[in-house]
């Protein structure tokens, strides 16, 4: 900028400032002008700031603050120094993703506060404001009285306007994998969550709820929560204030005297927030990879999204073990080549192996878990290179798995050791895994120690060109822009569930609020299509509690660069509706979320690259419901052949979940038709261009 | 038998004989009573017989005689010398069949002929009455004034009862690959056929239909006709006698001034007649088959029974060529390579690759075809151990093909090299074909000389462990219950049709008749499976004029060990449909023809070996229609999943071909349910028992 632009834009400014009611205000709105921000002191000084939506008031006055180890909190007694506002837009490509094309436009507002007195310690308060949301983080530079500093606590308020209907799960400091709860916020009770079973470890508080959490306002508004870039710092769970219908963050802490550690100059996490005025359209927003970082990785050709199977259902359905004693081990050499054959025979891509290397007979239950697995030492029955080779031979690959018993000290070790053995093999993809309580003592999944330990995990993978699916890790906040190796995470109750919680497992409307919460985090490896749905016959007591169908759709509705046909290959045998995972797309030039209200409905299309192909999934939840799909995404004047897996008439996700129906039918951009969803049911359509 | 027994039989013979209104009769009837049948002479000394079907007389008296090369005709002035009756009851097992197990149920009766006077030639007339219909031969004794025998013509007569519906097409000495006319018998014009299109060989020397034919009598009665064991003779056709309603043998000729020439003591092969009261019942039978001899193949356990793919559709879509000049050569290794991947994930068993060898530059439309194929030696674009072993890698075997343009002697020459090779490329299966007119010149497809030639084809090959998959051959005779190399034939006007003939190809209810004639010969090689119907974009005048799904219905309705998946792999991908094919048996323990009318519909459902799976296949014509499906064939107390591949409600032939829908869903033995064909439609149904 010129000065002389520079001097005009201060003047706007400061008439900004003067025409505001509080004293020396920021505000900015989105490049559209649908969303308003200010930024603002309160009285006493502490900064806080205002979000409206379409001229509404939809977050209220919400203060921000922070409290030290050894040091004066920083919250009143602030004066804002200066507030600058620009306009930022690009378009920038994903090299894998929803869609193809980004485009990134904001408008930014920066705010410099200062303590008027005492320490005179500073921060700039930075606004980004989209028309799908915003974000805002504290940047705090280098300066006399903040050098290393010890956050106790982060004290950002988002306070909302009305007791708005909320999809929570509880602000856990170890898991995710809680059911969704449906209630207004001021029912939200978190604590009741410590009433667990089937959760390896679970720590919950206070009444503070997960991130993403969406809320839909009585006026129609969806709003969501969460961070985005989460960097060497603590994960934030939002504590609820029912009082005051207010959130406040709740930092994930551990066994030291402060939750995030740092050395000025540092940036907290983007506080984010999701404004729509369409349900759909929080999925198809990409606010958190705009509040990201650009690309790390150059080269990105070696990061392939595929469709896997692979060794893992079985243990699940206690078929076989991760361990080798006992004599009923999965990952052996020729069970692998069966999964391998079976993948090579029906269009997939990779196939992952869980129990290969040593350790898993001591793998969980046990304080004593750090040194069982070293992570290159397969099990005797287990030829790992001559698997690899197998199935390189065969035009896949081999998905390598660490489950590190969440012993990070002897993962650290072997970090690079482990990678570099991925790396020799080529192999370009590992899932990890972090079952049990943190070792060290004391750390928690979400914790800032963690959080550096997965960035870690990244890194290492990244040289040694190896995409990441992690599980058990902290919620993903869009880093997959920065880092494209990270592929996906679990982050939820998944499949897994319904072949043993003894709550039943996942109830049909589960998968219709995910998109809608944990999906907008990042992409998920809930490893969907199980087509043995009552799990006969080792499973007589659990089931998946949705139709067929609905298994197929969850490909489309979940978005995840690495795609599970989870279930048997025996279990596939036979299934034309297999066809479907066949031909399925695993990434995307564009997405569309046609309908869907969270909790009941989701109808997702998806256009696949190179090819051209459309997908659509649509789930229903426990309601069964007539959907209409219009074709008006299809490009026009082109003939498809549609290729509709629905639920038979008479299916139903508990009685007959199996029954389904498959028509073939050539439509246009004019087509449109109604399909029926059975109660916990499905669609899914395949839209294939006539050559 | 004692001479007691012996006594007394003949004793009751003499009765029998006392009781009857003719000269010294025989009479039989088969185990159920059935079918009777009187052997006689006329009054001039001619043998003849009669046969009644639940004591309706079906055929009526129909003479039997003899002409030859310098010698009197065998007809007048004969004797009966002795009758003697016996029974035979077996149960014997196919090595692969429509059925595991066939009884071979029959009562026999061998009548001795002799001429009273002049050279007192003998032959005994062997008849074999089953409850499905019966088989005769004249068996002729080494004697006197019978060495070596010049048959010009057998003049073996089928006189009807009526004017029956008739399901034909012409005695062709060369071809059977006519569209089938349905006709009064009175109404056979078989010379209308010598207008012909499409074919490169074809000759109709007088009004004589093929066999096998089928008739149905205004009752309701169902006869078929055709000969068994076809050895050593020339092939049968029925001359047709409009005024007396009757057939008479016309066998086939050539240059020679005699048709057959064998030495005493021969056989003739059977003549056989099949006698229902439902259309189905001549589909279930297995008459043709107890006709001949047992098996002369000790060990079978090579020959396996295949779902296969191959290069051979394309060319007929013009899409690639047989010859390598011309730059569009099919049978590359790599083209080669395409069809094993395809078929290696799609469950497939075999390939056949055709145009592998040199010799396609002039393989036809000259008289010069003898030595342009050697059978060994491949084009250099196509490296056939390579390709071998790129098979069989994948668990997939090769076919061979034997192309020989019809120039016999160049193949004989080569015949032991030919197999030798296949042997030892570890291959067990060729596919022969013999386009154009037979070198020899002078020779035709059905003559002694060919049926040879094609014997001896089979032994050789048989030596080689080689199964042989023969086009432009000879009728088979049930000669695979033999040979049980014999594979598959051809016989008639194929699925190659429907991309090239002039005429529009084959009308939608071409295969409603074939089950019912061409198909009471022996397993169809028909190579259906189209799917993309329209044959889009190469031949816009040509289509497949069935629905889809009545090209999957093909694979069970059409019996064949050899079941070729013909489309293009990739006219298969992305259809749900393909799982069909996947799922398929290709071995029977059982098969059932449900319902069906000869040129209106077909129901049949087959039970895999081994597995137990059923498949079910019904057909239309061109008409739609409802058909119900009773699942009493299954198996009592166990629940299949039964998954549907039916017409969509909109398919039609011609206007809408590939509309289907799959539907799956869980039967038992007490289902039942309609299903509506479309017009030209169809349905395929696999069962799957429940795990």
Redesign the interface.
């Known amino acids: 900028m010129t000065k002389n632009i520079r001097l005009w834009m201060l003047l706007i400014l400061a008439a900004a400032f003067s025409a505001c009611q509080k004293s020396i205000p920021g505000k900015v709105q989105s490049p559209s002008g649908n969303i308003q921000v200010e930024v603002f002191t309160l009285a006493d000084g502490q900064a806080a700031y205002t979000v409206s939506f379409n001229q509404q008031l939809v977050i209220d006055t919400s203060g921000l603050a922070f409290e030290f180890l050894d040091m004066a909190p920083l919250r009143a007694g602030l004066e804002i120094r200066s507030a600058e506002s620009s306009s930022f837009s690009e378009t920038w490509e994903m090299p894998w993703g929803e869609q193809r094309y980004v485009d990134n436009n904001y408008n930014e507002l920066r705010v410099s506060f200062a303590e008027k007195e005492a320490l005179k310690r500073t921060f700039e308060l930075l606004f980004r404001v989209y028309d799908d949301g915003l974000g805002f983080r504290f940047e705090f530079p280098q300066q006399e009285n903040m050098g290393e500093v010890f956050i106790t606590e982060e004290h950002t308020q988002i306070n909302l306007t009305a007791d708005h209907k909320v999809w929570w799960i509880p602000g856990d400091w170890d898991i995710y994998e809680h059911l969704y709860s449906t209630s207004r916020f001021s029912e939200i009770d978190a604590l009741t969550y410590r009433e667990h079973a089937n959760l390896a470890q679970t720590f919950i508080p206070v009444n503070a709820v997960s991130t993403p959490v969406t809320m839909k306002t009585n006026s129609g508004i969806y709003l969501s929560f969460h961070e985005a870039a989460l960097v060497d710092y603590a994960a934030m769970t939002l504590a609820i204030d029912h009082e005051n219908l207010g959130m406040t963050t709740n930092l994930v802490g551990s066994w030291r005297d402060y939750k995030v550690e740092r050395q000025t100059p540092f940036n907290t996490p983007w506080r984010m927030i999701q404004i729509a005025g369409r349900a759909g359209d929080l999925i198809e927003s990409r606010l958190i990879l705009n509040l990201n970082e650009p690309s790390k990785i150059e080269d990105t050709s070696w990061l392939k999204p595929v469709k896997y199977n692979g060794i893992w259902w079985e243990m699940h359905l206690d078929l076989s073990t991760w361990a080798m004693a006992g004599g009923r081990h999965g990952a052996t050499t020729q069970n692998a080549k069966r999964y391998i054959d079976f993948a090579?025979?029906?269009?997939l891509d990779a196939v992952l192996v869980e129990g290969w290397n040593t350790g898993w007979e001591n793998w969980i239950g046990t304080a004593d878990r750090e040194g069982i697995y070293d992570f290159v030492t397969p099990y005797p029955d287990y030829d790992l290179r001559g698997v690899v080779d197998y199935a390189q031979g065969k035009g896949l690959n081999i998905i390598m798995h660490h489950e590190t018993s969440a012993a990070v000290g002897t993962y650290e070790q072997q970090l690079d050791t482990a990678y570099a053995l991925a790396e020799s093999l080529g192999i370009h993809a590992v899932k990890t895994g972090y079952v049990g309580t943190i070792l060290p003592e004391g750390e928690y999944h979400l914790s800032q120690f963690m959080v550096n330990h997965y960035q870690k995990v990244l890194e290492t993978a990244a040289k040694h060109k190896v995409a990441v699916n992690s599980h058990e890790t902290v919620m993903a906040t869009g880093l997959r822009r920065t880092w494209p190796n990270f592929f996906a995470s679990e982050n939820l109750r998944g499949q897994e569930f319904n072949a043993w919680a003894s709550d039943g497992g996942n109830p049909p409307d589960h998968l219709t609020i995910v998109p809608f919460t944990r999906m907008l985090a990042g992409p998920i490896d809930f490893t969907p299509g199980i087509f043995n749905i009552k799990l006969?016959?080792t499973k007589p007591n659990n089931q998946v509690n949705t139709t067929?169908a609905h298994q197929l759709a969850l490909y489309v509705v979940l978005y995840s660069p690495v795609q599970m046909a989870a279930d048997l290959p025996?279990n596939y045998?036979?299934?034309?509706?297999?066809?479907?995972i066949?031909?399925l797309g695993v990434d995307w030039e564009q997405s569309k979320v046609l309908d869907g209200e969270i909790g009941e409905y989701i109808t997702i299309a998806r256009q696949e690259r190179d090819t051209g192909h459309w997908f659509l999934g649509g789930i229903t939840n426990e309601e069964s419901r007539e959907i209409m799909v219009e074709t008006n995404f299809l490009e026009p004047g082109v003939t498809y052949?549609a290729?509709l897996?629905k639920d038979?008439p008479?299916a139903h996700w508990m009685e007959?979940p199996?029954?389904?129906?498959?028509?073939?039918?050539?439509v246009t951009a004019d087509s449109k038709f109604g399909i029926k969803l059975a109660q916990g049911g499905g669609v899914a359509i395949?839209f294939?261009p006539l050559?």
């Open positions: 090579a025979e029906n269009g006969g016959p067929l025996q045998e036979g299934h034309p509706a297999f066809q479907f066949r031909d052949r290729t897996y038979a008479n007959n199996a029954a389904y129906v498959i028509e073939s039918q050539e395949s294939i050559k």
